[in-house]
């Protein structure tokens, strides 16, 4: 996917404009947050839980070149392919050759981020094939053409209306009376629609939760079964995974979907978990009669070797935007990337280069609770801010920023000068708002001003006030 | 050109981790026995026995359940499941095969694409989440659990297992394992994707009902219906 | 209590020295009653904080060795703001990660920092205040103290102890109110959004009075009501504390 971060200043006010967005989010992080808090209650050992899972990515990705081959090793012994990715050009190239080698029509895909990251239904519909998102809010976002806004939640952005439309547009061809119809209504119908595209899909495509790297196992997680549904009818099929998804066992898997389904939606357990484990063997009433594993690095291998290390933890889960003030206000999209919120704002500089997405890092009011809520406790607040260190390091940070940095920098190093100026500033500005308690306007600060006073200060410093104190007590 | 970027992934990979050279397998597991092997991981408490336990969280994920006392019993309890119009798609399990299905009950033993009920035999059920666990394999089409209306599922109670971690040590001995695919489900097919309201059966069963063989039922007979 | 550890610097933040010194005056009253000597050593000015959220490292060294050298020697620094209490405490050391002559500095420096609503209940144990203020009044959590330095309950507790004082839980007091240091000048908009969304969780509770140990969102949240012209005040929770609460609140002029 093309980044559009560049505009993020333009797509945020666009975001705060709109109405239905707004509706929108608010009640969807209303319904993210109250509801893994409910889960998180039950679980009185989730710090530890939390603890373990950080363990277990931190061991993983210190071993990582030992996991990926211990876990290609297996998905051989278990009949299937492994195909090696380092660019997203490679993903794109190897996942439409599997699909013409296929003699395919028609692809079914489940929701998977890093297919969005390789841009696959583009490629996939340019090179002819029928491409069909099967997971409701990515069929709805298909529908809309547009990219998904929460990586766990895709068309959270849109309302039952805009639903109702899309569907009367491409269901009906607009000729529905009712405007605005129920959900399990709306729900029905993408069933029937989607269940003839599985079951006449030539490949599956869908991501992975996680790969175990003991048995050559990708875990599936969703609520509706259609990546079962998207892994089990077709010929083929073909899983795509960074290569950052491994854990070392089965064990581990299992305690990483307590903290995956908790933090995602607040459930124990998502209603469908699945191990797949190459393809259809003898005697299998069913299943794809070959089973293909992407492996992608695409930027992730470099991430290894710094403290971005770190961000290899994210299991996609979306607590971070779900708890984000800023991601809240202006949902996904303004981010202009594939991956949104806090966790998006760290990986697209990475992914997209720093100096497209200049905006990400700064968009943020380093609040920590995207950090207090990660279920792998990245620091996201302290990622970001390195951030801002690169981009200060190599003059990509706004030259007003710079300049008020410079003049405090210079004032503030040195008391005495401080004290002066301190004095005397606030001194006038003292006198200045005396009276109305507060400013309007004031130059330089119109970015405050344009829509919050300035309160006045009091007039004296502190530290005048503390000497004057001293003074009158001896 | 594929091997060299398998090559080149991994040496970057080793170049981010400064790892000089091979590391085996056995080196990897005894540092992660080291840094959390040997503790389990943390998991939800809860009291009592497994069954009622799992009939408990099954209930919660919109699933039914009712007790049976013998094996006889199954093609009566599934055929008072059954719409007028109704065929029954019954997994090629010998525990299903022996049955006497009466003659009206039309039983085909694929999994057709359209058919109304699908009847399965779990392999293990986790206590912890109320799930069940089906394992694909000659006796078990994975599209039984997917395609139908209504799933119907018969689960011993001896094979409730505390945790996902005790499925795995009670399949494990047993190849092939893992099978191709092994499907935890935890109630009928769901989806929020429309303003996050909940709707049961978004593209998989809108029915999950359980039949429950064996002991420790206790009091109870039925649930969820 | 021997010598040494008796003496306490008041950190005021730089905030606190130009917009609003009686939250200063305030602090070093509490710090008095609770049985402390306290000084305003002169080295200090900001902590640096704006220059290392900005990612502009070097800067942020250099106030920060200023502010560790100004705040030598004392067994207890005490800050009334959570922001800059965890910028000496988190982030100096880090700050210094890979400077090993100043990291010893910067450790111990964060091992004798305090918030000081945090101090003067963990370490002044004080239980009993000579202030009153009879108002309805909620209580916003600013974001680094509250998961940063676990700044909850000690607020609440000493607000208990002002006479007439009737507390107001906040509706979802863990959102951020949008100040966020710079970023409410980079993205007044949004910032904008967050403050509404903050004020109307303040009106709901219907407290006329709105108290934070933050002034950097103070500011913002009195900005903002100003803006509105609306009658709901706000305060430092030191200028409360330490019954100063009939001086005019933040942003409020003689008129």
């Known amino acids: ?390 981009q200060f390091e190599r003059g990509l940070t706004a030259r007003r920023t710079r300049w008020v940095l410079a003049v405090w920098g210079a004032i503030a190093r040195r008391p005495r000068l401080y004290h002066l100026f301190t004095r005397l500033g606030m001194g006038l500005l003292g006198r200045l708002g005396k009276r109305t308690g507060a400013f309007r306007r004031l130059p330089f600060a119109s970015a405050w001003t344009a829509s919050r006073d300035m309160p006045a200060p009091q007039g004296s410093t502190f530290q005048q006030l503390w000497k004057q104190r001293q003074r009158d007590a001896r | 050109m594929m091997n060299s970027t398998r090559e080149r992934i991994l040496a970057k990979v080793r170049r981010g981790l400064e790892a000089s050279g091979q590391r085996s397998i056995a080196m990897a597991h005894a540092a992660r026995e080291l840094a959390y092997g040997e503790m389990p991981s943390p998991r939800q408490p809860w009291k009592g026995n497994a069954t009622e336990r799992f009939c408990q969280r099954f209930e919660a994920w919109a699933g039914t359940w009712q007790r049976l006392s013998r094996v006889g019993e199954i093609p009566m309890a599934v055929q008072a499941l059954l719409g007028p119009e109704d065929f029954v798609s019954v997994a090629p399990h010998s525990l299903l095969r022996e049955l006497d299905w009466p003659s009206q009950m039309a039983v085909n033993h694929e999994a057709p694409a359209d058919c109304r009920l699908a009847v399965s035999v779990a392999d293990a059920a986790i206590a912890e989440t109320g799930t069940l666990v089906l394992c694909s394999g000659p006796q078990s089409p994975t599209g039984l659990a997917l395609l139908p209306e209504t799933h119907v599922v018969i689960l011993r109670t001896e094979t409730i297992l505390p945790d996902m971690e005790a499925v795995w040590r009670h399949l494990q001995p047993e190849p092939p394992f893992p099978p191709r695919s092994l499907n935890t489900i935890s109630g009928p097919s769901r989806t929020a994707d429309v303003e996050q309201t909940i709707q049961l059966g978004a593209h998989g069963p809108r029915r999950l009902h359980v039949l429950l063989l064996g002991e420790h039922i206790g009091e109870m007979s039925a649930g969820g219906i | 209590m021997g010598d040494g550890v008796d003496r306490v610097a008041l950190f005021a933040t730089c905030l606190v020295d130009l917009y609003r010194p009686s939250v200063g005056l305030a602090s070093a009253e509490l710090l008095e009653q609770a049985g402390y000597r306290v000084e305003v050593p002169e080295g200090q000015t900001c902590c640096g904080q704006p220059a290392w959220n900005s990612g502009d490292t070097r800067r942020a060294k250099t106030l920060a060795r200023q502010t560790m050298a100004a705040l030598e020697g004392y067994g207890y620094v005490v800050v009334p703001s959570g922001s800059c209490a965890g910028t000496l405490i988190h982030d100096y050391p880090q700050l210094f990660a890979e400077d090993p002559e100043d990291l010893g500095a910067a450790e111990d420096l964060a091992s004798r920092t305090w918030e000081l609503t945090r101090f003067l209940v963990e370490v002044a144990g004080i239980t009993g205040l000579d202030a009153n203020f009879r108002h309805k009044v909620c209580y916003h959590d600013a974001c680094s103290g509250l998961r940063g330095l676990g700044i909850k309950h000690q607020p609440r507790q000493l607000l208990g102890s002002v006479d007439g004082l009737e507390l107001q839980e906040l509706p979802n007091t863990e959102i951020c109110c949008g100040f966020g240091g710079t970023f409410c000048v980079k993205y007044p908009e949004i910032s904008t959004r967050l403050m509404d969304d903050k004020l109307d969780a303040i009106r709901s509770t219907g407290a006329d009075t709105v108290l934070a140990g933050e002034l950097g969102c103070l500011l913002h949240i009195a900005g903002r009501l100003k803006r509105n012209d609306e009658p709901i005040r706000a305060y430092h929770i030191a200028e409360i504390l330490a019954d100063m609460g009939d001086q005019p609140a933040i942003g409020e002029g003689d008129d």
């Open chain 1, 1 to 390: 996917m093309q980044s559009t971060a560049r505009e993020f200043p333009l797509r945020a006010r666009r975001a705060l404009d709109d109405v239905q967005l707004r509706e929108a989010l608010a009640k969807a992080q209303d319904g993210f947050v109250g509801k893994r808090q409910t889960s998180i209650d039950a679980f009185p050992e989730f710090e530890a839980l939390r603890d373990r899972g950080k363990a277990i990515k931190d061991h993983t990705l210190a071993y990582l070149d030992v996991y990926l081959e211990q876990f290609e090793k297996a998905v051989i012994a278990a009949g299937g392919q492994v195909h090696w990715a380092e660019s997203a050009e490679d993903a794109q190239r190897i996942v439409t050759g599997i699909c013409q080698q296929a003699g395919a029509r028609r692809v079914t895909k489940a929701k998977t981020m890093a297919g969005e990251e390789v841009s696959l239904n583009e490629v996939l519909e340019t090179a002819g094939f029928d491409t069909v998102e099967t997971d409701l809010g990515e069929y709805i976002i298909q529908l809309a053409k547009e990219p998904p806004s929460h990586i766990i939640a895709p068309a959270v952005h849109k309302t039952r209306q805009q639903i109702s439309d899309l569907f009367n547009t491409h269901h009906h061809g607009g000729r529905l009376k009712t405007a605005l119809r129920e959900v399990p209504e709306l729900v029905d119908e993408a069933r029937q629609r989607l269940r003839e595209k599985f079951l006449t899909a030539d490949v599956g495509i869908t991501g992975a939760n996680f790969l175990v790297a003991e048995t050559g196992s990708i875990a599936l997680v969703t609520n509706e079964g259609n990546a079962d549904l998207t892994h089990t009818l077709p010929r083929v099929h073909v899983a795509i995974a960074g290569i950052e998804k491994l854990v070392p066992t089965l064990d581990d898997a299992a305690c990483m979907l307590r903290l995956l389904a908790r933090s995602a939606t607040g459930q124990d357990t998502s209603t469908y978990t699945t191990f797949v484990t190459g393809p259809k063997r003898t005697g299998d009433p069913d299943g794809p009669e070959s089973f293909h594993v992407v492996l992608l690095d695409n930027g992730r291998s470099r991430m290894l070797g710094n403290r971005y290390r770190e961000m290899l933890r994210c299991i996609r889960c979306g607590a971070c935007m779900n708890h984000c003030p800023v991601y809240g206000a202006i949902g996904g999209h303004a981010y202009g990337w594939v991956y949104p919120g806090p966790m998006g704002s760290v990986l697209t500089p990475l992914f997209t280069g720093l100096d497209d997405s200049r905006d990400l890092p700064n968009a943020c009011t380093l609040n920590g609770r995207c950090q207090s809520v990660c279920p792998v406790q990245i620091p996201l607040p302290d990622l970001l801010r390195d951030l801002r260190r690169q």
